[in-house]
């Protein structure tokens, strides 16, 4: 099996995608080591989900390759992909809970999709014990209109992590959260990797997760990834888009023009 560890769990090979005239990612290359949280930054828009997406083959590819280990997988039909993603844990941008199920049902929702659910006892044990990890346990008769929006997160952590995925995709996990419960969250993503050697990908806004949780951090920027290392090689970089970004200052061209903007319009 040591071949196994020696290639990466994930490989994007000059990936290219357009929507439209509209060119997101420009000939990104990238190889996900297994068991190593690697997290990817950058501004609003600048196409993190939509390179995450295609880790997943949920996205297709305008040009360059997808692998998940040794299985090229962005040009498989989705029944090819039902076994690939079996692989996968995957905590969407929103949560995205099914309103009209509870907590129980949306949790064991991918369980059901995957196999025929025998032993309810089991199956109950395992909800109670992934909603004990988000710390919700107790809460399997309620429905997400009643849960906060940190509440559904950790719902829907616990419904990514139900068949106990050996790479887990994470969308924006600490988003809207209160500092604390985003820390519950940041210590959720490292104990997978501790006791369950996962393989995490993150995608965040959030410096302070990225810092803690992160082995490598990639950031994005007008298509391409413009830094790429561990925490105090990205604090330290040279290039001023990363420090502003990392910082969450303005650039003083950005500045100026707000500045000249005003914030009324002359009439
Ligand atoms: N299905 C789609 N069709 C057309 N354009 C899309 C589609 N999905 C994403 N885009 C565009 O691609 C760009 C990147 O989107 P993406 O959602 O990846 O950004 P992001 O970095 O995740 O932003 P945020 O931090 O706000 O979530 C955006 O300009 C978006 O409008
Ligand atoms: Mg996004």
């Given at each position: 099996m040591e071949s196994d560890n020696n290639i990466p769990v994930i490989s994007v090979k000059e990936l290219v995608k357009r929507f439209g005239s509209r060119l997101v990612l420009d000939g990104i290359s990238i190889d996900i080591e297994k068991g190593k949280t690697t997290a990817i930054i950058g501004p609003s828009g600048c196409g993190k989900t939509v390179l995450m997406k295609h880790m997943i083959a949920l996205e297709r590819p305008t040009s360059g390759s997808v692998y998940f280990k040794d299985h090229r997988i962005d040009n498989l039909s989705q029944k090819q992909l039902a076994g690939i993603r079996a692989n996968y844990g995957f905590l969407f941008q929103g949560g995205?809970?099914?309103?009209?199920?509870t907590v129980f049902e949306n949790i064991i929702f991918p369980i059901r999709q995957r196999r025929k659910i025998k032993n309810f006892k089991e199956i109950e044990e395992l909800v109670k014990s992934k909603l004990a990890l988000v710390g919700l346990d107790g809460f399997q008769t309620q429905y997400p209109a009643n849960l906060s929006g940190g509440q559904k997160k950790r719902v829907a952590l616990a419904r990514a992590i139900a068949l106990d995925p050996k790479v887990i995709l994470y969308d924006e996990p600490t988003t809207g959260l209160d500092p604390l419960r985003s820390d519950i969250i940041n210590e959720l993503i490292l104990k997978l990797q501790r006791e369950l050697s996962v393989t995490s990908i993150v995608v965040t806004h959030d410096m302070n997760s990225a810092f803690k949780i992160a082995d490598r951090i990639l950031m994005l920027h007008e298509g391409k990834i413009i830094a790429d290392g561990d925490a105090d090689y990205i604090r330290s970089h040279p290039d001023s888009i990363v420090q502003q970004f990392i910082k969450g200052t303005v650039g003083e061209a950005e500045l100026a023009a707000l500045r000249q903007a005003g914030t009324r319009t002359r009439t």
């Open positions: 995205a809970l099914f309103d009209s199920l």
